[in-house]
């Protein structure tokens, strides 16, 4: 079981410059997040998908989209990236909402 | 809005030392709370987690416990190993109806020391 997996590992954009980072977990998971990691803020959480169907926002959403495209699969799509989105994303898929969440490796993100 | 807090940010001991990490959570109407480790450039690894109801929670070397109502927890890594250096994270899940956000700490670096 390869878990949690994300792509690409390592991003580099130009401002105004659309991207979608993927997602795919192969747990049997129920529920999805996608995080952002920045020195000083910790993580924190962008968007998440409780279900298949369901989306809702996190904590800062602003400037992100995403779609649970199935179980297995949750993509997070930047449409204008801006200097500020850089960081490193991670992807994280719990069975139910109050079990432990697991890891993706990471996206790393920077945007000139 | 809850806040976790982690002290110290940064702490070094010599390998074999006993040692307690700290976090603290401004609101205790939490789910559960759960232990990290994060290792540098890679993803979060799940070590412990403990729900509302629990008091602690072990694994290994590792003994987490949880005072909801002082809003506390603690990670305490018996016999400490150059292995165990790594950053640890602790997050709280709120009490909510909907949803399952993660609030999380800056984490606490660790350096074990041959």
């Known amino acids: 079981n390869a878990g949690v997996t994300q792509t690409p590992k390592f991003q580099v954009l130009k401002t105004g410059q659309s991207m979608t980072l993927q997602c795919a977990q192969d747990?049997?998971?129920?529920?999805m997040y996608w995080y952002r990691q920045d020195p000083g803020m910790g993580l924190r959480l962008i968007y998440y998908?409780?279900?298949?169907?369901?989306?809702d926002k996190g904590e800062v959403p602003n400037g992100y989209n995403v779609s649970r495209l199935n179980k297995r699969e949750f993509s997070l799509r930047l449409e204008s990236a801006a200097p500020s989105q850089t960081s490193v994303y991670f992807c994280?898929?719990?069975?139910?909402?109050?079990?432990?969440?697991?890891f993706g490796p990471g996206t790393r993100l920077l945007v000139l | 809005k809850q806040e976790v807090t982690q002290i110290p940010a940064a702490l070094s001991v010599p390998e074999g030392e006993n040692l307690v990490l700290n976090c603290s959570f401004t609101?205790?109407?939490?789910?559960?709370l759960q232990w990290f480790r994060q290792d540098p450039g890679k993803g979060l690894t799940s070590l412990l987690l403990?729900?509302?109801?629990?008091r602690e929670q072990t694994s290994g070397r590792l003994n987490a416990s949880l005072d909801k109502s002082s809003g506390r927890s603690t990670l305490y890594i018996a016999a400490s190993q150059p292995g165990d250096s790594a950053t640890y994270l602790c997050a709280v899940r709120p009490m909510e109806t909907s949803g399952s956000r993660l609030t999380f700490g800056e984490g606490t670096q660790l350096t074990v020391n041959p």
């Open positions: 994280a898929t719990s069975g139910h909402y109050q079990e432990t969440q697991y």
């Open positions: 998908s409780a279900s298949e169907g369901t989306t």
């Open positions: 747990m049997n998971h129920n529920s």
């Open positions: 609101d205790s109407a939490i789910y559960n």
């Open positions: 403990i729900q509302s109801s629990q």
